[in-house]
């Protein structure tokens, strides 16, 4: 056999079953959206998720961990790691929550909300790839049906 006999051609393989999930379509959707942020973003070393945290963060200043990691539907060991990854960067800092002690409430420092307003701009770059195949209203529309699914699941 050839190489080209047993490789599988992606033009030849059926997706029939798959493209008619909306779930399939919402994580090749996903993928390819992580994927140009990635690119976006890369020289700023920053994932969506980390994105997530700063921005949450940028406009709730004084959030415990855990009421972060439960905003963007995270688990507390996974928002440990990343908030250690933001203070090692010097983005942000743990302070003593002023009513819980044994909790930490999140501060981005001043370099972390000059960083995190700089990278929403190329945030909003990395939208704009995607907003390009819309229609008018049609991002709104989308939007709207993505809660629906997200309110549903919730």
């Not at 060991?77 to 929550?97: G, N, Y």
């Not at 701009?121 to 997200?150: C, N, T, W, Y």
Request: hydrophobic letters at 40%; glycine letters at 6%; aromatic letters at 6%.
């Amino acid at each position: 056999m050839t190489q080209n006999s047993t490789q599988n051609n992606k033009n030849e393989i059926d997706y029939t079953m798959l493209n008619s999930l909306v779930g399939y379509r919402l994580r090749r959707a996903q993928i390819a959206y992580f994927e140009n942020f990635n690119a976006t973003c890369t020289e700023q070393g920053v994932t969506p998720g980390l994105f997530g945290i700063l921005a949450i963060v940028l406009n709730n200043p004084g959030l415990t961990q855990t009421a972060v990691a439960q905003a963007i539907h995270t688990d507390r060991s996974a928002m440990v790691a990343a908030v250690d990854k933001l203070e090692k960067l010097k983005l942000m800092e743990r302070r003593p929550s002023e009513n819980d002690r044994r909790s930490y409430a999140l501060y981005l420092t001043a370099e972390g909300e000059r960083f995190t307003k700089s990278l929403h701009q190329k945030v909003l770059a990395h939208e704009s790839h995607f907003e390009q195949v819309m229609k008018p209203g049609e991002k709104e529309q989308m939007l709207d049906l993505l809660m629906r699914i997200i309110d549903l699941g919730n």
